[in-house]
């Protein structure tokens, strides 16, 4: 069996319909109910298929790393909070996605541009290439704090000041997978304090989830 990693691959190996024939509403909510061993892989009516056949093999195997690793508790580094999970970037991408609201009105980055900015209540500057910008909201990939880029002083970068941080877009790598609507305590992999976050999941397929109303103060 080909190395897996997680709670994504587990879901991979389930047939992906979100039929609801399981009892459950998406195939990510069955993955969870084999995590928390209140459910058997027999109990999906497709695993009995032959295009699926062997699968449940692989997940009897997979199960006991994943539940490994989930009891083990995601604590952000400075402030000691645990979070429900940590996230990471889009399969590709060098960093989780980030959409930004900069306080700057005649500030207006393109896409391409390398941006520097400090997030409203964070401590420590950014430096964020833009991907994409709509109606004002600047989406980016963190590139790093000045010493990731390289060793670079002579670096191109546009000054943009305060920047609201509206919302975060990866993949859940560590902890469970949360419903829409939920609000949640968060750890982003490439935070450089490795601080929890707080937000409320507005988009949840699989393992990938946008995260909005982000806040660095958690309850």
Known sequence: MSEIKGIADLIALLPGYNCGECGFRRCADFAAALIDGTIGSEECPFMHQNTFRGRSVQIAELLPTIVSERCEPIVGVIDHLTADFALAPLPGEPSCREDLHPFDSAVHPETGNILRYRPLGCPITHFARVIA?????????LIGPRHRLGGEDDFRYQEVGVCMVLAFEGVV???RVPDV???VRFLPEHCMMQKVHSGVIVHSEGDRVRIESIDLKVF
């Open 181 to 183: 609507g939920e609000t």
């Open 173 to 175: 790598v560590r902890g």
């Open 133 to 141: 910008v709509d109606h004002g909201i600047v989406t980016v990939h």
